[in-house]
C-alpha cells in the first residue's frame, strides 16, 4: 500500500462486530489485584459457565446452571429509550459505535443458537443501527 498505510477494518454492519466468546474471567475483568471496580472497562462478549450464583442483599443466594454469559454495555450519557436499550461497543482503530439492543439481539449473526452464538458469514448492511458516539 502506498506511503507505508495499512488495511484497516471499519464496522459497518451488526454482524462485523467483534462480540466473541472469552475466558470468563477475562470477560468480567476479574483478572489480576485491585481493591475497586473499573469504570472505565468496556469489555464485551460472551463465555459459558456451568453455574452462576445469584446473590443479592438480605436474600437467599441462589444458583442458575448452564448459563450463557453476555457482557454488554451502555453510553453514560445515552438517551434514555422507553423500549430498548442502546449497546456501545468500543472498537479498535476506529471510533465507538452504538446499537440498539433489539436489532443486536434480532440480526441473525448475533443471535444464540444451539447454545453458542452464530455468525452469519452473509453479514447484510445495517441501516441506522451502527452509529459512531459522540464521545
Known sequence: MPNGSRSRSVVRAIAELPFHERPVLELL???????????????????????????????????????????????????????????YFELPEQAPVTVLASMFFADTSSGIRGGQLAKNLDARPVTGACSGSSQ
Open 29 to 87: 475483568n476479574l483478572v489480576g489485584d485491585r481493591s475497586e471496580p473499573d469504570a472505565d472497562y468496556a469489555g464485551y462478549g460472551w463465555a459459558r459457565i456451568s453455574r452462576l450464583w445469584l446473590a443479592e442483599h438480605g436474600a437467599a443466594a441462589r444458583s442458575v446452571d448452564d448459563v450463557l454469559l453476555l457482557a454488554l454495555h451502555c453510553p453514560d450519557d445515552g438517551e434514555a429509550l422507553g423500549d430498548d436499550i442502546e449497546l
